[in-house]
């Protein structure tokens, strides 16, 4: 099988970031205290979004301000905040909210992002963080229509992931329990909002059942060799979400995957992923009503709650929160 595949350094394309200093202070950013910092992102949208052919979405990516989210992190934390070069960013949490879909339905024409970023500095040690918490709000064409956030932590070199433990414990029994997905058999790409094989990320589910309740297994593609251990963007993670949340919206509630939409994620990060071992995605449904019926949001459209397990044998590395909404 192919593996994840990170967005390119051109995805976001020709954009503009502008320091909003709250002080005159600010401006001699190696005399600043090591406070909260503002900004403005804005950039075109692209017009499709691809992991390795074309998009089929009806709607605009939650990932393009996610990833503008992290990317001004980075390019922040060594002018701004002073964060030595040698500090690793690992990202621990993110995640993105739609709050009016109406914007991010595609026009068939170019439409304007903009975020408005705050990035407040964590665990100040010597005047330099050991983190970044950055909360956006999103607008497409000027209209106020999301958030996203995204904690970022710096390690020390020598400080170490827990690469070596995930392969020596969960290695053979991940190996020896976990399918790939093209053993599993691969969903139709219009059920996963694609046009094309080549970006699907998840095999046909399984069902199986703990403490009375059901859920579903994904057998997942695997972050290619060589990835730096905890860098990998929220890319994967948030498109394999996507895939994943369509496939169980159709298989629980009947949603039709062509007017679904991931309209809010929430992912925690616990470790990397290791190359070349299976990884598997289980959900479950969330809050459930007890008259059996679908959820509806305030506009009376379906929702439907997820709660996401990554995992690599017995090592759980993500824990997702997502909702699906049916636009009809």
């Not at 050991?130 to 709000?137: I, S």
């Not at 062509?258 to 190359?275: D, K």
């Amino acid at each position: 099988m192919d593996t994840f595949t990170p967005t390119s350094p051109s995805y976001l394309g020709p954009h503009h970031l502008v320091h909003r200093p709250v002080s005159p202070e600010a401006f001699l950013l190696k005399a600043t205290a090591p406070v909260r910092q503002n900004f403005a992102f804005s950039a075109q949208l692209p017009e499709e979004r691809r992991v390795s052919g074309e998009s089929g979405s009806r709607y605009h990516d939650l990932l393009f301000p996610l990833e503008s989210l992290r990317r001004t992190m980075l390019f922040a934390a060594r002018p701004y905040f002073r964060v030595p070069a040698d500090r690793r960013p690992v990202l621990a949490s993110g995640g993105a909210a739609i709050t009016r879909l109406d914007a991010w339905r595609r026009e068939g024409t170019g439409a304007a992002i903009a975020l408005d970023l705050g990035l407040t500095p964590l665990d100040v040690r010597g005047g330099v963080p050991r983190g970044l918490d950055c909360q956006a709000a999103v607008s497409i064409d000027g209209k106020r229509c999301g958030t996203a956030s995204a904690r970022l932590v710096f390690l020390a070199e020598d400080v170490h992931g827990p690469r070596a433990f995930g392969r020596t414990e969960n290695g053979q029994a991940a190996s020896a329990r976990d399918a790939d997905p093209a053993s599993t058999g691969m969903p139709l790409p219009e059920q996963v909002g694609r046009h094309d094989s080549r970006d699907v990320l998840v095999g046909l589910p399984e069902y199986a059942g703990a403490d009375g309740e059901d859920c579903l297994v994904f057998p997942l593609r695997t972050p290619a060799a060589g990835e730096a251990p905890g860098a990998t963007p929220p890319v994967p993670y948030l498109e394999a979400s996507r895939q994943v949340g369509l496939l169980a919206a159709a298989e629980l509630r009947g949603f039709v995957p062509s007017y679904a939409v991931l309209s809010r994620w929430r992912a925690t990060f616990r470790g990397p992923v290791e190359p070349g071992l299976p990884l598997r995605c289980s959900v479950r449904e969330g809050v459930r009503r007890t008259d059996g019926r679908v959820s509806r949001d305030e506009e009376g459209r379906p929702v439907i709650d997820l709660r996401l397990s990554f995992r690599q044998g017995d090592r759980v590395v993500a824990g997702v929160s997502a909702t699906v909404l049916q636009d009809c």
